[in-house]
Nanobody, 121 residues
Framework: QVQLVESGGGSVQAGDSLRLTCAAS???????????MGWFRQAPGKERDFVAG????????SYDDSVQGRFTISKDNAKKTIYLQMNDLKPEDTAVYYC???????????WGPGTLVTVFS
């Protein structure tokens, strides 16, 4: 069973940068070829929201308007890993960040445990 683990969270000042990593494991030697991978976040008292996504084949990306131009999602197919480069962080970016896998014709799943990002003003 595929497992995803996020890392790279921390506490930073507004305007700083962080890079999150999400690594997949448990593929039992089979190729890891999801339809897409995504980053989501959940702020205290709020629902989990989409942040960014990337198609595994082709690499087309999409972003929520709130992070467009500041965040960049990327992937390393060989390492079964995706990244989220977050620049110019704002206090409203404070949240637990999760990565997830999407197979074709299904919703995002295989959620990781999350990594906390705290941005101080």
């Amino acid at each position: 069973q595929v497992q995803l683990v996020e890392s790279g969270g921390g506490s930073v000042q507004a305007g700083d940068s962080l890079r999150l990593t999400c690594a997949a494991s448990g593929t039992s030697g089979r190729p890891f070829i999801p339809y897409a991978m995504g980053w989501f976040r959940q702020a205290p008292g709020k629902e989990r929201d989409f942040v960014a996504g990337i198609l595994w084949t082709g690499g087309r990306t999409s972003y929520d308007d709130s992070v467009q131009g500041r965040f960049t999602i990327s992937k390393d197919n060989a390492k079964k890993t995706i990244y989220l480069q977050m620049n110019d962080l704002k206090p409203e970016d404070t949240a637990v960040y999760y990565c997830a896998r999407k197979v074709r014709n299904s919703d995002f799943g295989s959620w990781g445990p999350g990594t906390l990002v705290t941005v101080f003003s």
